[in-house]
């Protein structure tokens, strides 16, 4: 689905005929989970596309906060995507070399700031690769700094606060992209100090069924609707996803906006925040 004329999901083919043309900037936003023992950093130095720059979650984010990458207050993330020569006119496209961590959550966070020209580009580093675009080592040329004016959306997030009412039947589906052993409480948590299970009431999507295996592209929309309806999910009725950090979660809102559901908010401290407390109630199991 698109937005004006903006796709969410971009092929390589189209972002090859735009790439380095003026009024588009191009984000390498991939994140790794900590168990997974990989740099995104020093991978991004060593390959990414022409004249990509680097998005770090982690670095645009809350730094008040004791909980990863969280949301950045509306005036940090105008600096930050400003200094990367980023204007409100800017078609931005993220890409990942990770299964859409954390294209997603990037596109996610730009929508939530008022931006709407923004694409993913479909299959990630992955797909650009098996296509035999170029790449390049060398950093990219800085930009001249633009102004970005944030208009924040508060409706395309989800607190702690407004989970807790969730849980007590507010009558809002809750989605679980994590995997179903963590959501179950059977496998442990790739970070420490977290109990295990999920949001009493939720339901549990795993991004990955939301993936072709071979091509590493976002499955088509009927397949998508086909998995969430599997998982027991009404697509008609509000939603709101959820995961480990929020960043898969955006995974989950990314293949809903291609079904037509531009209004699924994320709840951005997700498990990390929830399984993290000791006043929280918890569920196990199927």
């Known amino acids: 689905m698109t937005i004006g ?11 090859a005929a735009c790439l380095g043309t003026a009024g588009s900037v191009v984000l390498d936003a ?14 991004f130095r060593a390959a990414h ?41 800017t078609h931005v496209v993220l890409y990942d070399a990770n299964s ?5 959550r990037a596109w996610w966070m730009f929508r939530v700031f008022g931006h709407d020209r923004v694409s993913v580009l479909d299959g990630g580093l992955a797909a650009w690769r098996a296509r035999g675009h170029s790449e390049q080592s060398a950093p990219a040329l800085p930009r001249a700094a ?4 944030a208009a924040y959306r508060p409706e395309l997030v989800r607190d702690l606060e407004a989970m807790r009412l969730l849980v007590n039947g507010a009558g809002v589906q809750i989605v679980d992209a994590r995997s179903p052993g963590r959501f179950t409480g059977s496998e442990p948590e790739p970070r420490a100090g977290l109990r295990f299970g999920h949001l009493p009431g939720s339901r549990n999507l795993f991004f990955k069924w939301l993936i072709d ?13 086909s998995a969430f309806r599997s998982a027991g999910l009404d697509l008609r009725e509000p939603l709101v996803t959820t995961c480990g950090t929020g960043v898969t979660a955006a995974i989950l809102a990314l293949a809903l906006y291609r079904l037509g559901r531009v209004d699924v908010p994320v709840y951005d401290g997700s498990w990390t925040e929830w399984g993290g407390r000791a006043d929280t109630p918890i569920a196990t199991g199927p």
């Open 5 to 15: 004329s903006t796709p969410a999901l971009l092929d390589c083919e189209a972002l």
């Open 146 to 149: 633009c102004r970005f004016e």
């Open 213 to 225: 295996s071979e091509t590493g592209c976002m499955k088509a929309e009927s397949e998508l609707a």
């Open 100 to 104: 859409f961590m954390a294209s997603a």
């Open 30 to 43: 991939t994140f790794f989970l900590p168990n997974q023992g990989r740099d995104a950093a020093a991978e």
């Open 49 to 89: 596309l022409p004249g990509a720059q680097f998005f770090d979650i982690d670095a645009v984010a809350d730094r008040r906060s004791a909980l990863p990458h969280m949301l950045p207050q509306p005036a940090e993330f105008a600096a930050a995507v400003g200094a990367l020569g980023i204007g409100n006119g």
